[in-house]
């Protein structure tokens, strides 16, 4: 497979990888959340080439995870605001944040804290279930087929073809 | 910057990303966590080169991710399986996933859906407070600088140098 052809897999990990899975786009992303809006101040905070900001401000504004808006008229200047879809990679963020801390600190603690205003304390950026609200462990929940590839999936047995389980359905070009 | 340096960025994201930052790297993990764990059965589910599955393979093993074990004798053979540290990906895995559900669907839904088996219910994985355990929300949390960077802004105002901001201090090599 290609690494252009993977939004076409039917999972939402590869087709969100499609979109934030480029070297250095995660981290255009951490500096648009940390306030980052212009080109200038991207490409001195990230040190690459304006030619390889270019492109990937390019390819998230076509995804629609940034809009380019006018700052100002003469000449006509852009930046780079976070949409909805853009701010909702938030707990992607944050949870590669605390990976980052928890596992790669080099003995030195968090470079950065965060301060949750709401309650005023200090916090982990934590995943739990909607549901019941306790901290989603891997061994505690169970994938299973979502309508559209349960519905493939029932298709195939019906017309007497092999199920091949989970990870080949990923491959399916929906 | 080149890429093979953000991993020197005071930044737990940056750091992060020179771990599982890779193109192919997350879908490896994914994988991993949906019970692969052979060569062979990694190549079959991504479809990349032997090369390349061998090269990120060794470099997630490098990393303290994966660990490779022995499960046959003659000839000898060996598997791959998350470390404590790999498993603690599992926040960043489904926070990549839910956004994909939620962006990225196609308009029909999620291709897999989860189960807590904890509490019974469909779930989605959500991010919140250590503290209180309301959602997070990027308008409510504060960044500060963590002890070690303080220390180092705290020198430099000593000095009477300028204080450049956190963006900047994104890139002190600590």
Redesign the interface.
């Known amino acids: ?1 290609r ?1 252009d052809d ?2 076409q897999q ?15 786009t ?2 255009i992303i ?2 648009a ?2 306030g ?1 809006r212009r080109f200038d ?1 991207f490409q ?5 080439t304006r030619h390889r900001l270019s492109e990937r401000l390019g390819k998230l504004v076509e995804a ?1 995870v940034l809009v380019k808006v006018p700052y100002n008229d003469r000449p006509v200047r852009y930046e780079y605001r976070l949409t909805r ?1 853009g ?20 003995g ?12 005023g ?14 901290p ?3 061994q ?10 349960q519905a493939v999936a029932d298709e195939r047995e019906q017309a007497g073809e092999s199920l091949q389980g ?3 359905l ?2 399916l070009s ?1």
């Open positions: 497979m690494w993977i939004n039917a999972c939402s990990v590869a087709r969100a990888l499609s979109v934030v899975g480029e070297r250095w995660m981290l951490r500096d959340f940390f980052t101040q001195g905070n990230l040190g690459i629609g879809k701010l909702a990679l938030y707990p992607v963020l944050m949870s590669l944040a605390r990976w980052g801390d928890e596992w790669m600190d080099k030195e603690g968090a470079p950065l804290e965060y301060v949750h205003q709401k309650c304390h200090k916090t982990h950026a934590t995943l739990t279930c909607s549901e019941c609200g306790d989603l462990r891997p505690e929940v169970t994938p299973q087929l979502g309508p559209v590839l989970i990870p080949p990923f491959r929906m």
